[in-house]
């Protein structure tokens, strides 16, 4: 399972029984094995191996380097994130689905008053959680601020934007935006699926 994975992998790697691939989603996970001499550098071998290279999209890479090199192969190039909605539920409501922040903010309350969860969300893996913060970030802030807090400058926690994401995450919460017990519910056993296609 994802989370359990995680830590086994890191585990080993820092007891130097890790094996000589490692499945991994880059980025601060990525960071912490380069920072540790624990990966090895691909730049030189993608260099010379080109047409390996010019078969993923150039910005699959971004979370496979770290300080301008490349440490890993991205293996999965296009990754589309969807956010899906269950059809009978909206039509029991009597609702259509949102076009913006606005909208989601307007809907909450209707469909609490249903005694339905307006968002299914396994919190209990925290990857779910980031999901909502990175993608609502890119969309309400563009992808430039993002790319600042990525890259891990200094105060780009502090921009304006990411304190505006913050707080309509806050807002959502405070308003019952996702299920009772969200922060135990787990995404390895499915079980936040399991919630949208029960209705």
Known sequence: QNDAYKQKIKTSIGAGQGPTMI???GGGGL???VDSN???DLTEWLGQNAAVK???????FGAATVNG???AL???TVQPIVLFYNKKVFEQVGVQPPQSWGEIMAL????????IAPFSLGGQSRWTNMMWLEFLLDRTAGSEVFDKVFAGEKDAWSDPAVLDMLTKIQDLVKANGFQKGFSSTTADSNAD???LYTG
């Open 38 to 40: 624990q990966v090895e």
């Open 193 to 195: 699926q399991a919630l």
């Open 54 to 60: 010019d078969k993923i999209l150039p910005s699959s």
């Open 74 to 76: 991205p293996v999965e």
């Open 31 to 33: 960071k912490e094995y």
């Open 23 to 25: 499945w991994g989603w």
């Open 108 to 115: 909450v309350p209707k469909f609490n008053a249903a005694k």
């Open 69 to 71: 090199k490349i440490y």
